[in-house]
């Protein structure tokens, strides 16, 4: 049985709303000239940034721009979040950087928002990107199999949140899908209370095949991939194999979950990203 994504007349809105969170360089840091546009992974919001992320990266002088993808965080669209795909969240992003000014900017992409980047690239140009923890090229298959057989219960309680909504979502289930042992329990009850459901066409969009298509972009610039050493979710060949489709950088960071923009070492990896566009020329 395939799943039915059809979408009834009127139901979606073409250009919603969209939440898009801000941080700029105060007067007394040396601007640059490249933006920074942050993108979220499935089940968040652009606030998985706001915690660290974009006052971190102000502070380091970039012009920061967090959108919350189309029936995310503050954003429209969420009672018609189930027929929203990845070419959806692609036009979401396209739309935002219209509207931030200077050069191309820098593309952070978590997760999902890492796909969400590498098809932005086959339309638009970017300075360079940047892929934390992304899905594998051939999906989530792979890991939904592994949740399944090595953690039922958890794999049982993500299909409850997506059937009957984001109330089903606890601490237990947050730490042990996306955090590491090291997060502290008052953060972890904070950040599960603000997870939600994801598009259900995004998920078999991503279930089916997740895979960049470098050869379709015409400008390549630099690419780095960040993966999570106690990531529950995507290995380290699998984040690998996405940075040898792109010829990318490829890093781990130890000691940390999927989310590593929440862990306690979140500045390690924003330190990482920015000596490597300094060393990329990105100014």
Same mark, same amino acid.
Request: charged share 10%; net charge neutral.
């Given at each position: 049985m395939f799943a039915d994504f059809t @979408? !009834? +007349?009127?139901? &979606?809105?073409?250009k919603p709303e969209l939440e898009v969170l801000r941080a700029q360089p105060s007067r007394q840091t040396l601007a640059r000239e490249t933006p920074l546009v942050l993108v979220h992974g499935a089940f968040v919001g652009a606030w998985c940034y706001q915690a660290h992320m974009? %006052?971190?990266?102000?502070?380091?002088?970039?012009?920061?721009?967090? !959108?919350?993808?189309?029936?995310?965080?503050?954003?429209?669209?969420?009672? &018609?979040?189930d027929y929203a795909g990845i070419r959806d969240y692609?036009?979401? +992003?396209?739309?935002? *950087?219209? %509207?931030? !000014?200077?050069?191309? $900017?820098?593309? *952070?992409?978590?997760?999902?928002?890492?796909?969400?980047?590498?098809?932005?690239l086959e339309r638009y140009p970017a300075?360079?990107?940047?892929? +934390?923890? $992304?899905? !594998?090229?051939?999906? +989530? @298959? =792979?890991?939904?199999?592994? /949740? =399944? @057989?090595?953690d039922p219960l958890l794999f049982a309680r993500f299909g409850m949140m997506q059937t009957l909504g984001a109330q089903r979502v606890d601490a237990d289930m947050a730490r042990r899908a996306v955090f590491s042992d090291r997060v502290a329990d008052a953060d972890i009850h904070r950040y599960s209370g603000l997870i939600q459901r994801e598009s259900q066409r995004a998920l078999w969009e991503m279930n089916l095949n997740a895979a960049g298509r470098p050869w379709m972009v015409a400008d390549k610039r630099p690419v780095r991939v960040i993966s999570a050493a106690e990531d529950a979710l995507f290995a380290s060949p699998e984040t690998q194999a996405v940075a040898r489709l792109w010829r990318a950088d490829w890093t781990q960071m130890a000691h940390m979950?999927?989310? /590593? @923009?929440?862990e306690p070492d979140w500045q390690v990896v924003g330190d990482d990203i920015t000596? #490597?566009? #300094? =060393?990329k020329g990105i100014r």
């Open positions: @979408m !009834p +007349l009127g139901a &979606q809105t073409a974009l %006052d971190y990266f102000a502070g380091q002088g970039f012009r920061c721009y967090a !959108p919350s993808l189309r029936g995310h965080g503050q954003s429209e669209g969420h009672a &018609q979040l692609v036009s979401d +992003l396209a739309r935002v *950087i219209d %509207d931030v !000014p200077g050069p191309p $900017p820098v593309l *952070i992409g978590h997760s999902m928002g890492a796909l969400v980047v590498q098809r932005y300075s360079a990107s940047v892929l +934390l923890a $992304p899905v !594998p090229p051939h999906g +989530l @298959m =792979a890991s939904s199999w592994r /949740m =399944a @057989m090595g979950g999927h989310a /590593m @923009m929440l000596r #490597w566009l #300094w =060393a």
